[in-house]
């Protein structure tokens, strides 16, 4: 006996034919995403692939100049350099971790001002936040009309109080720790921001129980806000980590080529600027950025490792 279907019917057992619609829907949030990621991934791929390249020939003079591949030989003379690579590391470590210190714990004061409502509470955040509006090379600018040691404003208000006038950004020794205070001032608002947002985001709770059983303000913050902001603490020290090691704007504009006369703010990002524009060394500099670029990704790595392990 035949059991007939209609030709709008789908046997029992059989699967009806997938089509591309079906399978569209499905995967419609990769669909979407799709062209946003290939642009970006072609910005990143290319330039890195390009590097690369560059990095291991013998480039100079000009990029479209006949190279030869030369293999390692770029990386060998870069981190055989005493006198200028090995030093603007230094400064780059330095720059970074003064910064990034800092930062970090007045941060971290200015949210926990911040963290409970008062009067004129708005208007305090608003202008905390006023150095974030500036772009790097207009503040670079300003704070070095300030610090001018002849006209500034920093040397008149030092004379107010009898101290002798400083050198500042002209001086060997004082140079970089005056860019490091410009960079201070511009992101500590930032990583306010942040620690903010954390903080907000905190229950009541656990602070109410350790003020019940008789811990004091400091005992409250180190043994139970402290832990609990962790992860937001790494996300800040993360981003502005990655963003101190790639300051240029600031010290380029206040201490132009080579970070001074003498090299005083000169880091990996104005060493390698200066070998592709001032002195055409496209070869090195290529290689000078890759190393750059993996001591970048082994930062990210550390920090990453130990925002997971704070969770």
Do not use: C
């Amino acid at each position: 006996m035949s059991v007939s279907t209609s030709p709008g019917t789908v046997a029992r057992g059989t699967k009806k034919p997938q089509n591309f619609s079906d399978w569209a829907n499905r995967h419609r949030k990769w669909l979407f995403a799709a062209p946003a990621m290939i642009f970006v991934g072609l910005l990143i791929i290319f330039p890195l692939v390009w590097t690369v390249y560059l990095s291991l020939t013998d480039s100079h003079g000009s990029v479209r100049a006949p190279s030869e591949f030369i293999g390692f030989a770029n990386y060998l003379q870069v981190l055989s350099d005493t006198e200028r690579f090995w030093p603007a590391a230094g400064r780059t470590a330095f720059f970074t971790i003064t910064a990034l210190v800092v930062e970090v714990v007045l941060g971290m004061m200015i949210a926990l001002l911040l963290w409970r409502p008062f009067r004129g509470e708005k208007w305090v955040r608003v202008a905390i936040l006023l150095p974030l509006v500036a772009t790097p090379v207009a503040v670079g600018m300003m704070w070095r009309l300030i610090f001018d040691p002849n006209i500034g404003f920093a040397n008149q208000m030092l004379g107010w109080v009898g101290i002798p006038p400083q050198p500042w950004l002209s001086g060997q020794s004082t140079a970089l720790p005056t860019t490091i205070f410009m960079d201070i001032w511009q992101w500590t608002p930032m990583v306010v921001l942040i620690l903010l947002a954390g903080l907000t985001s905190l229950s009541d709770e656990p602070d109410e129980a350790a003020r019940m059983d008789g811990a004091n303000a400091w005992q409250r913050f180190i043994f139970v806000t402290l832990p609990l902001m962790m992860p937001t603490v790494i996300v800040a020290v993360l981003l502005r980590s990655i963003d101190a090691l790639k300051t240029f704007d600031i010290l380029y504009a206040t201490k132009g080529k080579g970070g001074g006369s003498f090299h005083e703010v000169e880091t990996l990002n104005v060493y390698a600027y200066g070998l592709s524009f001032d002195y055409n060394e496209y070869g090195l500099s290529s290689a000078v950025l890759m190393i750059f670029f993996f001591i970048i990704i082994g930062v990210m790595w550390i920090l990453t490792r130990r925002k997971k392990g704070s969770k």
